[in-house]
């Protein structure tokens, strides 16, 4: 079956730690975006990629790195310098042409900072 | 830049009651229009969309239309399920149509 992996789900830091969060898709889509998700807000666009080897910051991206090597995978790092990282971590991808615009969803990551 | 607003939760509902989450949109140039729709722990699923004007997107029994000379794109169900508790959220593409804008979110809770 086509769809959008992330794990861990859950997923468990110490302040002052990098951690990375994975993220794969099978569906052959040339874009792929990281979401961030607090509690009874809507998403915040934190990266995107709309081809291999390519990315551009979102609304949020200071604290997190991306790489996009592959065109099924896209990394999320949170860096230390992130200063509130917890929070439901949405991965996304589509086939990225014009008018072909739906995004699909994997079944996200849930990252506390203890 | 585009943006949309959702009317805010929770919305409360007894089962089989009528449906309306309200969005509105402001644009430049011809967005599309979606809805998702997130249960409990999990990422979010496409509801329905639409790509232009007068259109009308439609699935599971919701539906939405793209309405250009009022800005909306209202979520309705004739008769709802306690099943249907979740998170919805309204989304449209940038002006760029490379990146989605979304609500807040309404949450829907419906008591059997």
């Known amino acids: 079956d086509g769809g959008i992996t992330q794990s861990p789900k859950y997923l468990f830091r110490k302040e002052g730690q990098n951690v990375t969060l994975s993220c794969e898709q099978n569906?052959?889509?040339?874009?792929m975006y990281w979401y961030r998700q607090d509690p009874g807000q809507g998403l915040r666009l934190i990266y995107y990629?709309?081809?291999?080897?390519?990315?551009q910051k979102g609304d949020i991206a200071e604290g997190y790195s991306v790489s996009r090597e592959k065109k099924e995978s896209f990394p999320l790092t949170v860096t230390s310098a992130q200063k509130n990282p917890t929070a439901f971590y949405l991965c996304?991808?589509?086939?990225?042409?014009?008018?072909?615009?739906?995004?699909?969803f994997g079944p996200g990551t849930r990252l506390t900072v203890l | 830049g585009n943006s949309v607003t959702q009317m805010e939760g929770p919305v409360t509902l007894s089962e089989e009651a009528f449906l309306t989450i309200n969005c509105t949109y402001t644009?430049?140039?011809?967005?599309?229009l979606f809805w998702y729709v997130q249960y409990p722990g999990e990422g979010l699923q496409l509801l329905l969309k639409?790509?232009?004007?007068?259109d009308k997107g439609s699935n599971k029994g919701f539906e939405a239309t793209y309405r250009k000379e009022t800005t909306s794109f209202h979520l309705e169900k004739g008769s709802v399920q306690v099943s249907d508790s979740a998170v919805y959220f309204c989304?449209?593409?940038?002006?760029?149509?490379?990146?989605?804008?979304f609500g807040a979110g309404t949450i829907l809770r419906v008591k059997s």
């Open positions: 996304a991808s589509s086939s990225g042409y014009i008018g072909a615009d739906t995004q699909y």
């Open positions: 644009a430049t140039g011809y967005p599309s």
């Open positions: 990629s709309q081809i291999v080897n390519d990315f």
């Open positions: 989304a449209l593409t940038d002006r760029y149509g490379n990146k989605l804008v």
């Open positions: 569906l052959n889509h040339d874009a």
């Open positions: 639409a790509t232009k004007a007068d």
